[in-house]
């Protein structure tokens, strides 16, 4: 079956500029994250769905980035006046319910550029 | 407050050697703790995870881990690496099933 798929793979933008990154979830799952993955670093949460609502949001470094995900399946994770900082592999994952018992299953990530 | 540290960003290891990745673990409460593994190009795979069942953990592809709560550790082991085992390691904590925290990684090579 498919799995969880982001779009774009790579995305570059210039300082100052918006972005948004996509997140398809695997099927059924009610549980989605963001994390970001900078450069030699593990994965960093940033936001947790269930359903349709960000369940912890307590991640995300500043108001510039902001997620949602309207009908409880896609997300769309939205990145106002990126800064050169932003650079990083940003990672979505899904799960069936959601809780540390809960496998997660990660996209391969968008890999943002901020020039 | 929670977190994981790696030691040894980097291990290389001779085909059918003995792997050994080691991750301590911080948290002020009882931890649930995983290992992920991430091939070139591809997304993050669950390896095992601890879920305060028994403490020796096996795994997907032959690796296995133990929970060790006196020395708050719970390092991956697999008796004889092979060659496909080449890839980037990461341990993870949660105690909430919403955050998880990540180690650094560890970047394994197998010598053939």
């Known amino acids: 079956g498919a799995g969880v798929s982001q779009t774009p793979s790579n995305k570059v933008t210039e300082k100052g500029k918006y972005v948004e990154l996509r997140c398809d979830p695997i099927?059924?799952?009610?549980?989605l994250y963001w994390y970001r993955q900078s450069l030699g670093q593990g994965p960093e949460f940033l936001i947790y769905f269930q359903g349709t609502g960000a369940a912890d949001d307590s991640g995300l470094p500043n108001d510039r980035f902001f997620a949602v995900r309207p009908e409880g399946s896609v997300s769309t994770l939205k990145i106002q006046r990126t800064e050169r900082g932003d650079s990083a592999v940003y990672l979505c994952?899904?799960?069936?319910?959601?809780?540390?018992?809960?496998?997660?299953?990660f996209g391969p990530g968008t890999r943002l550029t901020v020039l | 407050a929670q977190s994981v540290t790696q030691l040894g960003s980097h291990v290389s290891v001779s085909e059918g050697a003995l792997v050994l990745l080691r991750c301590n673990y911080s948290?002020?409460?009882?931890?649930?703790l995983f290992w992920y593994v991430q091939y070139p190009n591809q997304g993050l795979q669950l390896l095992l995870k601890?879920?305060?069942?028994?403490?020796l953990v096996k795994g997907i592809n032959g690796f296995e881990a133990e929970f060790k709560k006196s020395e708050t550790s719970f390092h991956l082991t697999k008796p004889s690496a092979h060659m496909s085992d080449a890839a980037e390691y990461f341990c993870?904590?949660?105690?909430?099933?919403?955050?998880?925290?990540f180690g650094t990684g560890t970047s394994l090579t197998v010598i053939p």
């Open positions: 601890y879920t305060s069942a028994a403490t």
């Open positions: 948290s002020s409460v009882p931890p649930y």
């Open positions: 993870a904590v949660s105690n909430t099933g919403n955050q998880f925290y």
């Open positions: 099927s059924g799952h009610t549980a």
């Open positions: 994952a899904s799960s069936l319910q959601g809780g540390f018992t809960d496998t997660q299953y």
